[in-house]
Antibody, heavy 130, light 110 residues
Framework: QVQLVESGGGLVKPGGSLRLSCAASGFTFSDFYMSWIRQAPGKGLEWVSHISSSGSTIYYADSVKGRFTISRDNAKNSLYLQMNNLRAEDTAVYYC???????????????????????WGKGTTVTVSS | QSALTQPASVSGSPGQSITISCSGT?????????VSWYQQHPGKAPKLMIY???KRPSGVSNRFSGSKSGNTASLTISGLQAEDEADYYC??????????FGGGTKLTVL
Protein backbone atom coordinates (compact mmCIF):
# COMPACT_ATOMS: atom_id res chain seq x y z
CA GLN A 1 0.00 0.00 0.00
CA VAL A 2 0.98 3.62 -0.34
CA GLN A 3 3.28 4.50 2.53
CA LEU A 4 5.71 7.15 3.71
CA VAL A 5 8.08 6.42 6.60
CA GLU A 6 10.20 9.17 8.12
CA SER A 7 13.39 8.59 10.07
CA GLY A 8 16.42 10.46 11.36
CA GLY A 9 14.87 12.52 14.11
CA GLY A 10 16.47 12.91 17.51
CA LEU A 11 17.94 15.25 20.11
CA VAL A 12 20.45 17.80 18.87
CA LYS A 13 22.07 20.85 20.45
CA PRO A 14 21.41 24.37 19.15
CA GLY A 15 23.60 25.05 16.17
CA GLY A 16 23.79 21.36 15.33
CA SER A 17 22.71 19.46 12.23
CA LEU A 18 20.39 16.59 11.44
CA ARG A 19 19.33 14.81 8.27
CA LEU A 20 15.81 13.47 7.96
CA SER A 21 14.83 10.76 5.49
CA CYS A 22 11.49 9.67 4.13
CA ALA A 23 11.13 6.29 2.44
CA ALA A 24 8.27 5.99 -0.02
CA SER A 25 6.58 2.82 -1.20
CA GLY A 26 3.46 1.70 -3.02
CA PHE A 27 3.49 4.40 -5.70
CA THR A 28 5.71 5.81 -8.46
CA PHE A 29 7.71 8.20 -6.28
CA SER A 30 9.36 9.94 -9.22
CA ASP A 31 5.99 11.22 -10.49
CA PHE A 32 5.05 13.25 -7.42
CA TYR A 33 5.81 16.53 -5.71
CA MET A 34 6.94 15.94 -2.13
CA SER A 35 6.86 18.21 0.91
CA TRP A 36 8.04 18.52 4.49
CA ILE A 37 5.60 19.91 7.05
CA ARG A 38 6.32 20.29 10.75
CA GLN A 39 4.32 20.62 13.93
CA ALA A 40 5.80 22.07 17.10
CA PRO A 41 4.61 20.52 20.39
CA GLY A 42 1.00 21.51 21.00
CA LYS A 43 1.03 23.82 17.99
CA GLY A 44 -0.34 23.91 14.48
CA LEU A 45 1.07 22.74 11.18
CA GLU A 46 3.77 24.69 9.38
CA TRP A 47 4.81 24.12 5.78
CA VAL A 48 8.61 23.80 5.55
CA SER A 49 9.57 22.98 1.97
CA HIS A 50 8.57 21.22 -1.21
CA ILE A 51 10.38 19.74 -4.19
CA SER A 52 9.23 18.92 -7.70
CA SER A 53 9.18 15.39 -9.06
CA SER A 54 12.52 15.78 -10.80
CA GLY A 55 14.08 17.79 -7.98
CA SER A 56 14.64 20.79 -10.21
CA THR A 57 12.20 23.11 -8.43
CA ILE A 58 12.45 23.75 -4.71
CA TYR A 59 10.84 26.20 -2.32
CA TYR A 60 11.32 26.93 1.38
CA ALA A 61 9.48 28.74 4.13
CA ASP A 62 11.26 31.92 5.21
CA SER A 63 11.78 30.42 8.67
CA VAL A 64 14.15 27.75 7.34
CA LYS A 65 15.57 29.33 4.19
CA GLY A 66 19.36 29.19 4.16
CA ARG A 67 19.49 26.55 6.90
CA PHE A 68 17.48 23.62 5.52
CA THR A 69 17.98 21.76 2.23
CA ILE A 70 15.40 19.46 0.69
CA SER A 71 16.46 16.82 -1.81
CA ARG A 72 15.30 13.54 -3.26
CA ASP A 73 16.73 10.38 -4.79
CA ASN A 74 14.14 8.94 -7.15
CA ALA A 75 16.23 5.81 -7.69
CA LYS A 76 15.96 5.11 -3.97
CA ASN A 77 12.36 6.35 -3.58
CA SER A 78 13.56 8.68 -0.87
CA LEU A 79 13.08 12.27 0.26
CA TYR A 80 15.54 14.08 2.51
CA LEU A 81 15.75 17.19 4.66
CA GLN A 82 19.19 18.40 5.69
CA MET A 83 18.81 20.70 8.67
CA ASN A 84 21.75 22.89 9.71
CA ASN A 85 22.21 25.56 12.36
CA LEU A 86 19.24 24.21 14.27
CA ARG A 87 17.40 26.41 16.74
CA ALA A 88 15.10 25.64 19.66
CA GLU A 89 12.14 26.80 17.57
CA ASP A 90 12.84 24.01 15.06
CA THR A 91 11.71 21.49 17.68
CA ALA A 92 8.78 19.67 16.11
CA VAL A 93 7.41 16.53 14.57
CA TYR A 94 8.45 16.55 10.93
CA TYR A 95 6.12 14.96 8.41
CA CYS A 96 6.86 14.13 4.81
CA UNK A 97 3.87 14.27 2.51
CA UNK A 98 3.00 13.52 -1.09
CA UNK A 99 1.42 16.05 -3.41
CA UNK A 100 -2.09 15.31 -4.64
CA UNK A 101 -2.72 14.14 -8.18
CA UNK A 102 -5.92 14.56 -10.15
CA UNK A 103 -6.84 12.76 -13.37
CA UNK A 104 -9.16 14.74 -15.62
CA UNK A 105 -11.34 12.31 -17.54
CA UNK A 106 -12.26 14.89 -20.16
CA UNK A 107 -8.76 15.98 -21.04
CA UNK A 108 -7.15 12.65 -20.12
CA UNK A 109 -4.43 14.55 -18.32
CA UNK A 110 -3.00 14.01 -14.88
CA UNK A 111 -2.40 17.10 -12.80
CA UNK A 112 0.20 17.11 -10.03
CA UNK A 113 -0.26 19.52 -7.13
CA UNK A 114 2.29 20.59 -4.55
CA UNK A 115 -0.14 22.67 -2.53
CA UNK A 116 -2.34 19.76 -1.46
CA UNK A 117 -0.91 16.75 0.38
CA UNK A 118 -2.86 13.51 0.19
CA UNK A 119 -0.48 11.00 1.80
CA TRP A 120 1.42 11.71 5.00
CA GLY A 121 3.94 9.76 7.01
CA LYS A 122 3.63 9.29 10.76
CA GLY A 123 6.37 11.81 11.42
CA THR A 124 9.76 11.90 13.10
CA THR A 125 10.51 14.02 16.17
CA VAL A 126 13.29 16.58 16.23
CA THR A 127 14.23 18.14 19.55
CA VAL A 128 16.71 21.01 19.67
CA SER A 129 17.92 21.58 23.21
CA SER A 130 21.14 22.06 25.13
CA GLN B 1 3.58 35.73 6.94
CA SER B 2 1.23 35.12 9.85
CA ALA B 3 -0.80 31.96 10.17
CA LEU B 4 -4.36 31.99 8.91
CA THR B 5 -6.88 32.71 11.67
CA GLN B 6 -9.13 29.93 12.91
CA PRO B 7 -11.25 29.72 16.07
CA ALA B 8 -9.44 27.78 18.76
CA SER B 9 -12.40 25.51 19.37
CA VAL B 10 -15.89 24.67 18.20
CA SER B 11 -18.36 22.13 19.49
CA GLY B 12 -21.58 20.48 18.48
CA SER B 13 -23.86 17.60 19.33
CA PRO B 14 -24.17 14.44 17.25
CA GLY B 15 -26.32 15.04 14.19
CA GLN B 16 -25.82 18.80 14.23
CA SER B 17 -23.83 20.88 11.73
CA ILE B 18 -20.83 23.02 12.57
CA THR B 19 -18.77 25.47 10.57
CA ILE B 20 -15.11 26.33 11.06
CA SER B 21 -13.86 29.59 9.62
CA CYS B 22 -10.42 30.38 8.25
CA SER B 23 -9.55 34.03 7.78
CA GLY B 24 -6.70 35.29 5.70
CA THR B 25 -5.89 38.15 3.40
CA UNK B 26 -6.03 39.01 -0.27
CA UNK B 27 -2.49 37.60 -0.52
CA UNK B 28 -3.56 34.12 0.41
CA UNK B 29 -7.15 32.92 0.95
CA UNK B 30 -8.71 35.81 -0.92
CA UNK B 31 -6.27 35.78 -3.78
CA UNK B 32 -6.43 32.15 -4.85
CA UNK B 33 -8.90 29.27 -4.94
CA UNK B 34 -6.27 26.95 -3.52
CA VAL B 35 -7.66 26.34 -0.06
CA SER B 36 -7.55 22.95 1.62
CA TRP B 37 -8.62 21.48 4.94
CA TYR B 38 -6.96 18.74 6.99
CA GLN B 39 -8.28 16.61 9.83
CA GLN B 40 -5.88 15.44 12.53
CA HIS B 41 -6.74 13.03 15.29
CA PRO B 42 -4.49 13.07 18.40
CA GLY B 43 -1.12 11.51 17.73
CA LYS B 44 -1.96 10.87 14.09
CA ALA B 45 -0.88 12.36 10.79
CA PRO B 46 -3.14 14.92 9.10
CA LYS B 47 -5.67 13.75 6.50
CA LEU B 48 -6.73 15.80 3.48
CA MET B 49 -10.48 16.46 3.64
CA ILE B 50 -11.07 19.31 1.18
CA TYR B 51 -9.03 20.83 -1.66
CA UNK B 52 -9.65 23.53 -4.28
CA UNK B 53 -11.91 25.22 -1.68
CA UNK B 54 -14.74 22.72 -2.01
CA LYS B 55 -13.62 19.45 -3.61
CA ARG B 56 -13.46 16.20 -1.66
CA PRO B 57 -10.77 13.58 -2.26
CA SER B 58 -11.99 10.09 -2.95
CA GLY B 59 -13.17 8.41 0.24
CA VAL B 60 -14.01 11.54 2.19
CA SER B 61 -17.59 11.67 3.42
CA ASN B 62 -19.96 14.11 1.72
CA ARG B 63 -20.81 15.37 5.20
CA PHE B 64 -17.70 17.53 4.78
CA SER B 65 -18.01 20.59 2.57
CA GLY B 66 -15.97 23.71 1.93
CA SER B 67 -16.64 27.22 0.71
CA LYS B 68 -15.01 30.62 0.45
CA SER B 69 -16.16 34.21 0.52
CA GLY B 70 -13.65 36.97 0.14
CA ASN B 71 -10.72 36.41 2.46
CA THR B 72 -12.49 33.77 4.56
CA ALA B 73 -12.81 30.07 3.86
CA SER B 74 -15.13 27.75 5.76
CA LEU B 75 -15.41 24.05 6.48
CA THR B 76 -18.84 22.70 7.31
CA ILE B 77 -19.44 19.29 8.82
CA SER B 78 -23.03 18.13 8.73
CA GLY B 79 -24.56 15.21 10.62
CA LEU B 80 -21.82 15.44 13.24
CA GLN B 81 -20.47 12.08 14.42
CA ALA B 82 -18.27 11.13 17.35
CA GLU B 83 -15.39 10.23 15.05
CA ASP B 84 -15.34 13.77 13.66
CA GLU B 85 -13.82 14.94 16.95
CA ALA B 86 -10.35 16.08 15.93
CA ASP B 87 -8.25 19.11 15.13
CA TYR B 88 -8.90 20.80 11.80
CA TYR B 89 -6.45 22.94 9.86
CA CYS B 90 -7.02 25.13 6.85
CA UNK B 91 -4.24 25.74 4.38
CA UNK B 92 -3.91 28.24 1.56
CA UNK B 93 -1.54 28.93 -1.27
CA UNK B 94 0.13 32.23 -0.37
CA UNK B 95 1.96 33.16 -3.53
CA UNK B 96 5.56 32.53 -4.62
CA UNK B 97 4.95 28.79 -4.29
CA UNK B 98 4.51 29.00 -0.51
CA UNK B 99 1.79 27.60 1.72
CA UNK B 100 0.21 28.98 4.87
CA PHE B 101 -1.64 26.93 7.47
CA GLY B 102 -4.20 28.09 10.00
CA GLY B 103 -3.60 27.78 13.71
CA GLY B 104 -6.02 24.88 13.98
CA THR B 105 -9.47 24.35 15.49
CA LYS B 106 -10.31 21.70 18.04
CA LEU B 107 -13.72 20.18 17.33
CA THR B 108 -15.49 18.64 20.29
CA VAL B 109 -18.51 16.42 19.75
CA LEU B 110 -20.63 16.79 22.85
Amino acid sequence: QVQLVESGGGLVKPGGSLRLSCAASGFTFSDFYMSWIRQAPGKGLEWVSHISSSGSTIYYADSVKGRFTISRDNAKNSLYLQMNNLRAEDTAVYYCARGLTYYDILTRRTYYYYYYMDVWGKGTTVTVSS
Amino acid sequence: QSALTQPASVSGSPGQSITISCSGTSSDVGGYNYVSWYQQHPGKAPKLMIYDVSKRPSGVSNRFSGSKSGNTASLTISGLQAEDEADYYCCSYAGSSTLLFGGGTKLTVL
